[in-house]
T-cell receptor, first 114, second 111 residues
Framework: ETGVTQSPTHLIKTRGQQVTLRCSSQ?????VSWYQQALGQGPQFIFQ???????GRGNFPPRFSGLQFPNYSSELNVNALELDDSALYLC?????????????FGPGTRLTVL | EDQVTQSPEALRLQEGESSSLNCSYT??????LFWYRQDPGKGPEFLFT???AGEEKEKERLKATLTKKESFLHITAPKPEDSATYLC????????????FGTGTSLTVIP
């Protein structure tokens, strides 16, 4: 067990809706990263937050946004859901910047967009 | 274009039959290469980080090596519990904090 939790486990939404996914990092971990993993693919980097500031972003549109809170929790928000947003969403935390520290992944949230 | 390619896509081994998984990358400014194991329905589990060509790391039956263009994950005398998808990822220095994952190798070890 990594100590990283995510909620909910599964979620079904319809196209055009908005969704908020939540992640609770390990205590003391200042960095959280979010990934999207489509079926049969590797995770794709969405963005990273370090001490509540965005610290890197992948090739995702602005309708993907995030927040990180002082209590080591974070959120991924997706607006105007599209069918292609159906995927496993993973968060990963690390005690510092990931280049020098390993990431600990949560179990993921499975999002289905109908 | 930066790219991470893993091969083979799938591998079936008999228990005890050693083999290697490959991760090749065409990127510039590599800061680190990571190997993860992912079981079905779970998040990836960290295995190794490699930073420079020539570096090797070992953990139980696994050994990871790195050259300037590729990394290998060697599995010695695998057991059925080693069955999983193995992912590699690269962290680049010239793209902020972007991480690129390969699509993984699905390993099945048959008793």
């Amino acid at each position: 067990e990594t100590g990283v939790t995510q909620s909910p486990t599964h979620l079904i939404k319809t196209r055009g809706q908005q969704v908020t996914l939540r992640c609770s990092s390990q205590s003391g971990h200042n960095t959280v990263s979010w990934y999207q993993q489509a079926l049969g693919q590797g995770p794709q980097f969405i963005f990273q937050y370090y001490r509540e500031e965005e610290n890197g972003r992948g090739n995702f549109p602005p309708r993907f946004s995030g927040l990180q809170f002082p209590n080591y929790s974070s959120e991924l928000n997706v607006n105007a859901l599209e069918l292609d947003d159906s995927a496993l969403y993973l968060c990963a935390s690390s005690p510092g910047l990931v280049s020098v520290n390993e990431q600990f992944f949560g179990p993921g949230t499975r999002l289905t967009v109908l | 274009e930066d790219q991470v390619t893993q091969s083979p896509e799938a591998l079936r081994l008999q228990e005890g039959e050693s083999s290697s998984l490959n991760c090749s990358y065409t990127v510039s400014g590599l800061r680190g290469l990571f190997w993860y194991r992912q079981d079905p329905g779970k998040g990836p589990e960290f295995l190794f980080t490699l930073y420079s060509a020539g570096e090797e790391k070992e953990k139980e039956r696994l050994k990871a090596t790195l050259t300037k263009k590729e990394s290998f994950l060697h599995i010695t005398a695998p057991k059925p519990e080693d069955s999983a998808t193995y992912l590699c990822a690269v962290h680049l220095s010239n793209t902020g904090n972007q991480f690129y994952f390969g699509t993984g190798t699905s390993l099945t070890v048959i008793p």
